[in-house]
């Protein structure tokens, strides 16, 4: 079982940066790759970032790619989502998954991710 707490969202102007962080604890932190997913008001949740549990490889979506940066700390036991250049069009509840990996890859969809946290707030104004 891992237990996923996520922080650093809240209100920012268009343009600006958010580093949102999610700390882990439970069973062994390594061995699960990561994701961040978000979902906007009256909108399905959405891919944004993905980490293998090594951290060597990351994978984004199209909307935030060469916006956002996924990164982990395994002695703290946290993930990052920096997030820079943001747009009203980023608002949503991010939310940190974890999933047990079998390999050093990343995972895109949800329903690949077991552990899910509850979620920190981005609103962007224009």
């Known amino acids: 079982q891992v237990q996923l707490v996520e922080s650093g969202g809240g209100l920012v102007q268009a343009g600006g940066s958010l580093r949102l962080s999610c700390a882990a604890s439970?069973?062994?932190?390594?061995?699960?790759?990561m994701g961040w997913f978000r979902q906007a008001p009256e909108k399905e949740r959405e891919f944004v970032a993905a980490?293998?549990?090594?951290?060597?490889?990351?994978y984004y979506a199209d909307s935030v790619k060469g916006r956002f940066t996924m990164s982990r700390d395994h002695a703290k036991n946290m993930v990052y989502l920096q997030m820079n250049s943001l747009k009203p069009e980023d608002t949503a509840v991010y939310y940190c998954?974890?999933?047990?990996?079998?390999?050093?890859?990343?995972?895109?969809?949800?329903?690949?991710?077991?552990?899910w946290g509850q979620g920190t707030q981005v609103t962007v104004s224009s």
């Open positions: 439970g069973r062994t932190f390594s061995r699960y790759a």
């Open positions: 998954a974890a999933t047990e990996a079998d390999s050093d890859y990343y995972y895109y969809t949800d329903y690949e991710y077991h552990y």
């Open positions: 980490i293998s549990w090594s951290g060597g490889s990351t």
